[in-house]
T-cell receptor, first 114, second 115 residues
Framework: GNSVTQMEGPVTLSEEAFLTINCTYTATGYPSLFWYVQYPGEGLQLLLKATKADDKGSNKGFEATYRKETTSFHLEKGSVQVSDSAVYFC?????????????FGKGTRLSVIA | EAGVAQSPRYKIIEKRQSVAFWCNPISGHATLYWYQQILGQGPKLLIQ????????DSQLPKDRFSAERLKGVDSTLKIQPAKLEDSAVYLC?????????????FGPGTRLTVT
């Protein structure tokens, strides 16, 4: 079946540190891949997406590359800020086209300290 | 553009009571989802609507959960009777096609506590 595995949290970093949150997936066919972010007390927000192999999604200094050969979609940011503290969810949509529900990982909580 | 609206934001009930949640999707979004997010886990689909028809309710515990989407716009999710394990955040999302991928937009969620 379809599944997403994320690195366990929490992750605690100092401001301006480099961030990597690992995400690997299992899916049939060619899924679309997403990173969502959930700030305290708020709903999920789409952070970035990639719809095919070797696509790079980017937004707000975050980026992730769709790696079909390693079935991965790791999230990276070169210099984190305190305002990046949130829970990050990796997710896939099982078909590369078509309106299907998302399959989420368990989430990784990031805390950035000044 | 207004986002997905949900109410109430918080609800505390006793087990065996009933509860209902309401969702208003983004205007023009034909697809609406209800997800359940248990503490420490990612959201899991309960039910998907396309307009006012059910596309997927395979993971909805139908002995106690029900959902409807009248006129293809607003939706309600009901739990009757509630169990302790229903304590979770209930997220509503709606989606549209953007550049080949259906982007889902989430509401703030309703946090349910069953005591």
């Amino acid at each position: 079946g379809n599944s997403v595995t994320q690195m366990e949290g929490p992750v605690t970093l100092s401001e301006e540190a480099f961030l990597t949150i690992n995400c690997t997936y299992t899916a049939t066919g060619y899924p679309s891949l997403f990173w969502y972010v959930q700030y305290p007390g708020e709903g999920l927000q789409l952070l970035l997406k990639a719809t095919k192999a070797d696509d790079k999604g980017s937004n707000k200094g975050f980026e992730a590359t769709y790696r079909k050969e390693t079935t991965s979609f790791h999230l990276e940011k070169g210099s984190v800020q305190v305002s990046d503290s949130a829970v990050y969810f990796c997710a896939l949509s099982p078909r590369d086209s078509g309106n299907t529900p998302l399959v989420f990982g368990k989430g990784t909580r990031l805390s950035v300290i000044a | 553009e207004a986002g997905v609206a949900q109410s109430p934001r918080y609800k505390i009930i006793e087990k065996r009571q009933s509860v209902a949640f309401w969702c208003n999707p983004i205007s023009g979004h034909a697809t609406l989802y209800w997800y359940q997010q248990i503490l420490g886990q990612g959201p899991k689909l309960l039910i998907q609507f396309q307009n006012n028809g059910v596309v997927d309710d395979s993971q909805l515990p139908k002995d106690r959960f029900s959902a409807e989407r009248l006129k293809g716009v607003d939706s309600t999710l009901k739990i009757q009777p509630a169990k302790l394990e229903d304590s979770a955040v209930y997220l509503c999302a709606s989606s549209f096609n953007s550049g080949g991928a259906y982007e889902q937009y989430f509401g703030p969620g309703t946090r349910l506590t069953v005591t």
